[in-house]
């Protein structure tokens, strides 16, 4: 059974940091680009960061120089460190492969008060 689960989220004042966890199993992280996204009340859902099976990392232009994404392929896991948050990043936050997607899991809810 596919099963993606984030954790890690939080209520935090603005300019603070989470790192956010997603455990995958029923697939293969290893070798596949894997990304968070988020979805704010009432807006898409967005493709905040990715990370490629090399490493190599991108970033939406809202998130880039706070976020940093990794990945332990061992452990089937990608992480988000969010420093300096602010209030406009407060949203559910997903992880998944950007191809092949699979089921969504819950998300992790991040709110950042001001």
């Known amino acids: 059974q596919v099963q993606l689960v984030e954790s890690g989220g939080g209520l935090v004042q603005a300019g603070g940091s989470l790192r956010l966890s997603c455990v995958a199993s029923?697939?293969?992280?290893?070798?596949?680009?894997v990304g968070w996204y988020r979805q704010a009340p009432g807006k898409e859902r967005e493709l905040v960061a990715s990370?490629?099976?090399?490493?190599?990392?991108t970033y939406a232009d809202s998130v880039k120089g706070r976020f940093a994404i990794s990945r332990d392929d061992a452990k089937n896991t990608v992480y988000l460190q969010m420093n300096n948050l602010k209030p406009e990043d407060t949203a559910v936050y997903y992880c998944?492969?950007?191809?092949?997607?699979?089921?969504w899991g819950q998300g992790t809810q991040v709110t950042v008060s001001s």
């Open positions: 029923g697939i293969i992280f290893s070798g596949k680009r």
């Open positions: 998944n492969r950007i191809y092949s997607v699979v089921d």
């Open positions: 990370i490629h099976s090399d490493g190599y990392t």
